[in-house]
């Protein structure tokens, strides 16, 4: 019974739904023939859609007055079809035999027919007690075409449009994707183009359709005004919006390309600048972009009040959550009585005065703001309220769109779980968790409500990426010369959310290869486990009279205590070589030999040590920092065998100061650095390997060679027939001269500011500047044994003269200042730095240049 009601009920359901839309369907060709072009900027397919919607509706309103009213429908006969079966198209029709002669009933059925889109003709007639349906079927699509498209390729196109090989012609289908071709053009900033539908009949009801294409040039910005400013000048409000005027050096650039999008974006850009710099009555009035006449360029007007400029007055806090006081909560005011009203920095304030009450036993605390005007005095009073919000608890988490990551790998990285309380923050920090995980190329977090009206249900909605990685790339860099490298590495293996995989480079003055896999959540915890097999050579010949090898490996653990504390350890076991570093070289009777603390270190040790780090990271973005700081104390102990026997401290810190509220700008920020390191022998029986030592310069501290700052001999150069009767040849003698090893040390700090600022004409070539002062200093003298006394014992195998002096043993502080440009290039990341040193001591090796460039393909 249930089957007999379902097929009674669906054609009559089919027909009040086509009849509903019937009025609605778009259009614009009267004729199958051709259709006429439309500019993109004159918007009127509604009207040719609606005078197309009129002629159906009149051509029923005449059908269906030919029908005489009355009597009752015997049957109903269709003429005119051939491919569309006639149980088909009655199903469409609103009366069935059985209905009477009604001319609403006919006139309702005939616009159904028009609104399937598969008629381009229908009339009705009446012959005795039957109805006569004639219609003429739409023919079927045998080819689309794309005539003059230049900038858009056919395959974009077609994935836009509703049209398909085929499937039925449809006129109002027609004008549809025609339309969404004038769209994708748009998109494109060629607000100029045209688009001409035409169709090309074949035998058998088949067209052709064909879009013909009159590409313009791309719509480029003329120029921007600003209107009803006073306290800003247009260059200010231009540096402010991300939208800007054409110019010659901006072929890098899509900024000077006009964008509906990025227009509305501009003005929430200049609402969020007046409200950070005390405009609090501000509003944007208006922004328009005109299009000039010969639709080549477009002229954008923002026109804005801004009202008058406010100081803070009275600054309070407010609380109704048990156990919190405004007493208590004063220390974390970061906003004061006097300064301008800023808007940014008032909502920070709230949303760290919240973080930190969610975190500290209140995980429902609110923190709003309120503000009380008096334009009279230009004051606001501020109160930072303290409500307990809503009791609000996770019912249900769904995670959608993940084809590969596994759903525990994101679960696990969220930072709330089924039952846990719910507040606004936490599908914040949830959609930055997921977006860390380096994954997803767009993540989304959705609410909404529960079984009851204190629960919630969590929905994360992803989007993947590729985690593979396959590079090929090369480059130059000043310190390891030109280099190329390879890398083969799968970021998310089999979804399990494990980084694998092998790199390595191979470069004038190094070699180095690496095996690594880590695991972020080892065992299904908080756990990072992973382990590292490697190879380094570095060839130092260029200034050191040694080569260095290392082949080793690592296992690494580490673990969060929260959302800015961890700590992480590593066990490494590697075995290093000193290698070519004797006899040295040779040219007629003299040899340049490495000094005596070198050569004492020749030969492989092993080392073996276990490290740790406590990292405390509160930047706001951990690849591109802004604000926010990040301290790092680590230490390593080598002694668990091996022929190192060493502790080493270390205590490194980073911050970052936006100068937004000085400058306007997101570009200018100071970056102030500093670290200091200390290492000690616990034991006599250690070797003191050199290659262990800290060593300052280059990176560190530029102006200065790489290592070419502390203790420090000189090499050998030793004179003599060069018999093979010895290292220096029979009867030679060895001074020491010619250049400096370098010996590192086990004391160094370092302090760099650095400040880092756009450059004209900077956004749209991708170029950034920096100017910066570094300090430091490395003393201390770690070595196996010592020779910088006189009277020194010689040493057996090495020849007569072993007295060598060491240099540099001092903690006079070095300090160098410059400037430094970075390119964002189609090539790659191109990093020059100048910096010339303005206190050194005698002796320090200087490198005024530091260049670096790299590319991965």
């Not at 859609?49 to 269906?64: F, I, N």
């Not at 056919?154 to 006129?171: G, H, I, T, Y």
């Not at 007493?327 to 304030?349: F, P, R």
């Not at 018999?723 to 400096?740: E, I, K, L, N, V």
Request: glycine share 12%; with cysteine.
């Amino acid at each position: 019974m249930s089957g007999l009601r379902f097929k009674a009920f669906r054609p009559r359901a089919i027909r009040l739904a086509l009849l509903a839309s019937a009025c609605l369907v778009p259009g614009f060709l009267s004729d199958a023939e051709a259709a006429g072009p439309v500019r993109r900027h004159s918007r009127d397919d509604s009207a040719a859609a609606q005078q197309l919607a009129q002629q159906h509706a009149r051509a029923a309103d005449a059908s269906s007055q030919k029908v005489a009213a009355g009597g009752i429908i015997q049957s109903i006969a269709v003429q005119g079809n051939s491919r569309i079966e006639t149980p088909t198209v009655l199903s469409y029709m609103v009366v069935q035999p059985g209905d009477s002669f009604s001319r609403d009933g006919i006139n309702r059925s005939l616009k159904t027919l028009y609104a399937t889109g598969l008629f381009s003709d229908v009339t009705m007639k009446r012959e005795g007690g039957t109805l006569i349906v004639q219609v003429r079927e739409n023919p079927i699509v045998n080819r689309i075409i794309f005539e003059g498209n230049h900038g858009l390729k056919d395959n974009d196109m077609l994935k836009e449009m509703a049209l398909r090989a085929r499937a039925v012609f449809s006129a109002q289908t027609v004008a549809a994707d025609r339309q969404k071709i004038l769209n994708l053009y748009a998109s494109k900033s060629r607000f100029g183009t045209t688009v001409t539908p035409q169709i090309i009949r074949l035998g058998h009801n088949r067209v052709d359709v064909v879009f013909k294409i009159n590409e313009s040039p791309q719509t480029l910005i003329e120029k921007i005004v600003f209107v009803g400013n006073k306290h800003f000048s247009q260059g200010d409000l231009a540096a402010v919006i991300s939208s800007k005027e054409s110019a010659w050096y901006r072929f890098f650039s899509s900024s000077d390309e006009y964008n509906p999008e990025r227009v509305r974006y501009d003005q929430e850009l200049l609402r969020r600048f007046y409200l950070h710099n005390g405009f609090v009555d501000f509003h944007m009035v208006d922004a328009t972009g005109e299009l000039s006449e010969d639709h080549k360029t477009f002229y954008i007007t923002y026109t804005v009040h801004e009202g008058p400029r406010y100081r803070l007055d009275k600054v309070s806090i407010r609380s109704n959550v048990p156990n919190v006081t405004p007493k208590g909560m004063k220390s974390h005011l970061e906003v004061y009585k006097g300064q301008y009203y800023d808007g940014t920095a008032i909502q920070d304030n709230a949303t760290d005065m919240q973080d930190w009450l969610q975190d500290n036993g209140h995980p429902f605390a609110q923190v709003r703001t309120d503000i009380a005007r008096n334009p009279e005095k230009k004051l606001v009073d501020l109160l930072f309220d303290i409500v307990e919000g809503p009791r609000v608890y996770v019912e249900r988490i769904d995670i959608n769109g993940n084809t590969i990551t596994r759903g525990d790998v994101i679960r696990r990285n969220m930072p709330m779980g089924e039952g846990d309380a719910y507040t606004p923050a936490d599908r914040k920090y949830t959609k930055m968790a997921l977006q860390d995980m380096g994954f997803f190329k767009n993540v989304s977090v959705d609410e909404t409500q529960g079984s009851a009206p204190d629960k919630v249900n969590v929905s994360a909605n992803v989007v993947e990426k590729p985690t593979g990685e396959f590079s090929l790339g090369g480059g130059y860099s000043t310190d390891v010369g030109i280099m190329g490298n390879l890398g083969l590495k799968q970021h998310n293996l089999l979804g399990t959310g494990v980084d694998a995989g092998f790199s390595g480079t191979v470069a004038y003055y190094e070699q180095q290869a690496d095996i690594s896999v880590t695991d972020p959540y080892f065992l299904g915890r908080n756990f990072v486990a992973g382990a590292d097999i490697y190879f380094v050579q570095n060839d130092y010949q260029t200034y050191q009279k040694y080569k260095e090898g290392q082949y080793g490996f690592s296992l690494r653990a580490g673990y969060s205590f929260n959302r800015y504390l961890s700590q992480s350890w590593t066990y490494t076991l590697v075995d290093r070589q000193v290698g070519n570093a004797f006899p040295g070289h040779y040219a007629g009777n003299n040899y340049d030999t490495p000094s005596i603390y070198v050569l004492q270190d020749a030969g492989w040790s092993l080392l073996s040590q276990i490290s740790t780090n406590f990292t405390y990271d509160r930047r706001d973005n951990r690849v591109m920092p802004h604000s926010g700081f990040m301290l790092n104390l680590g230490g390593d102990f080598a002694g668990l065998g091996g022929n190192e026997k060493y502790a080493r401290v270390k205590f490194n810190g980073v911050g970052y100061i936006p100068l937004d509220s000085i400058t306007g700008n997101h570009a200018w920020t100071i970056e102030m650095r500093g670290g200091i390191g200390y290492m000690g022998d616990w034991s006599h029986s250690g070797d003191r390997n050199i290659i262990d030592n800290f060593y300052l310069g280059g990176q560190n501290l530029r102006g200065f060679l790489q290592g070419g700052v502390g203790p420090r001999s000189s090499h050998f150069r030793c004179h003599g027939p060069g018999t093979s009767s010895g290292p220096y040849g029979a009867g030679g003698w060895c001074p020491w001269a010619g250049q400096d090893d370098f010996l590192g040390g086990k004391f160094m700090y370092t302090a760099s500011w650095q400040l880092d600022f756009p450059l004209p004409m900077g956004e749209a070539l991708g170029i950034s500047g920096r100017g910066f002062i570094d300090s430091g200093s490395l003393a201390g003298i770690r070595v196996r044994h010592r020779y910088d006394r006189k009277g020194t014992p010689q040493v057996p195998g090495l020849g007569a003269a072993t007295y060598t002096p060491i240099s540099g043993d001092t903690l006079v502080p070095r300090v160098s200042g410059g400037l430094g440009i970075s390119w964002n290039s189609p090539f790659g990341r191109v990093n020059i730095d100048g910096a010339v040193p303005i206190h050194k001591y005698r002796g320090d090796r200087v490198y005024p240049i530091r260049f670096g460039f790299g590319q991965q393909f």
